[in-house]
């Protein structure tokens, strides 16, 4: 709707269905079944063959990507743990995109139905995004995803508290003793760092899919061309109806 030049990249070797045309596919190199069925791998082994695979060819991924450097990128990644827990994929990948001249944003995506369902789930998913954030040295935004799905009095009483990771709020007495001391002492070291936050999206409204993008623009330092000439105009204009001293 701004009118940016906008690309939809597909980096999930495993995808098997599509919502979009990528500009960019990772299975035009390879693929979840070409790794499972030439290495012998499960699915998860799998993946991680292929995003290595990725990395050990990153001339392929620059001829890819092409001339998209004055463009807006935006990359899906694949959301196993493993690639960030025990393989450092996707750091590599960042610091790839920073070295071909690209300003890069991740956005940490959380699931808001299971995140609300269950308290020992939400600061599960606060941990990886800490120590996500922790391994990767660039800007950072956490995104609860899915919020059209929550019931209207959750969205209207409960999701402030999760987004901003209000962990007194969370409901732990279902929890057997040692798991809730444990959940309890796990939520103390997110407070410590007081880093992780939420911004909640609700694709079926405009505001939230807007202020998101705003917030990705001011991370990124991004000011249209259209913007300024609208400015510039406005002062011109702004200039031309000033008296001058002698009128």
């Known amino acids: 709707m701004l009118g940016r030049t906008t690309h939809v990249c597909n980096f999930d070797p495993a995808a098997e269905v599509l919502q979009y045309e990528p500009s960019v596919d990772v299975r035009d190199l390879i693929s979840l079944d070409d790794a499972m069925e030439g290495k012998g791998l499960g699915p998860?082994?799998?993946?991680?063959?292929?995003?290595?695979?990725?990395?050990?060819?990153?001339p392929w991924l620059s001829d890819a990507l092409g001339d998209y450097m004055d463009d807006f990128v935006m990359i899906d990644m694949p959301g196993q743990v493993e690639l960030l827990s025990h393989f450092p994929v996707v750091p590599t990948f960042v610091d790839f995109l920073k070295q071909e001249g690209y300003n890069v944003v991740v956005l940490f995506l959380l699931d808001a139905l299971s995140a609300t369902a269950d308290a020992g789930k939400f600061v599960s998913g606060c941990l990886f995004s800490l120590s996500s954030m922790v391994s990767m040295d660039c800007p950072f935004v956490n995104v609860l995803t899915k919020c059209d799905l929550l019931p209207a009095t959750m969205k209207e009483h409960d999701l402030e508290h999760y987004c901003m990771c209000d962990f007194d709020f969370l409901k732990l007495g279902h929890l057997p003793g040692k798991w809730k001391a444990m959940t309890r002492a796990l939520s103390s070291v997110i407070d410590d760092f007081q880093l992780v936050a939420f911004r909640p999206m609700d694709i079926n409204e405009v505001d939230y899919i807007t202020n998101l993008a705003g917030l990705i623009?001011?991370?990124?330092?991004?000011?249209?061309?259209?913007?300024?000439?609208d400015r510039d105009m406005d002062e011109e204009a702004t200039q031309g109806l000033m008296p001058r001293g002698d009128d």
């Open 44 to 58: 998860n082994g799998g993946l991680v063959f292929c995003m290595e695979y990725l990395m050990q060819n990153l």
């Open 217 to 229: 623009d001011d991370t990124l330092q991004v000011v249209d061309d259209a913007e300024v000439r």
